[in-house]
């Protein structure tokens, strides 16, 4: 018998369970430019060198492998030196969920929100 974390290991991260982020996670779309330069909503930042870039199933990127690609994720940047600190690639159940910086500002609509025809 696998001990339970082995066990899940194997299961798809979009079947495995919910990730849980730390709450000054923010929303955006990151683009990689070069290992060390990325985008941010069309913002230029730059990443630290420890930076974590982590798929939806939770495992370690290597930021050379997805140069020139863009992702929905949620990141934190590093007070300090305002540095890309981490960043986790979302699946879509994930994408779904609001958060801060994902562009909604609720996540109900009023009728007069409907486009005018």
């Given at each position: 018998m696998l001990p339970?974390?082995?066990a899940l290991a194997q299961?798809?991260?979009?079947?495995?369970?919910?990730?849980?982020?730390?709450?000054q996670a923010k929303r955006g779309t990151l683009a990689i430019l070069s290992?060390?330069?990325?985008?941010?909503?069309?913002?230029?930042v730059r990443m630290a060198p420890g930076?974590?870039?982590l798929s939806p199933q939770n495992s370690l990127?290597?930021?050379?492998?997805?140069?020139?690609?863009?992702?929905v994720v949620n990141f934190r940047i590093e007070p300090s030196t305002g540095m890309l600190h981490t960043a986790w690639i979302l699946n879509?159940?994930?994408?779904?969920?609001?958060r801060p910086g994902s562009g909604e500002q609720r996540n109900f609509r009023f009728e007069s929100?409907?486009?005018?025809r």
């Open positions: 339970a974390g082995t299961v798809p991260g979009e079947l495995g369970g919910s990730r849980t982020f730390p709450e290992t060390v330069d990325a985008e941010i909503d069309g913002k230029p930076m974590r870039l990127v290597m930021l050379h492998s997805v140069v020139g690609k863009q992702y879509k159940a994930e994408i779904a969920l609001p929100d409907a486009d005018p």
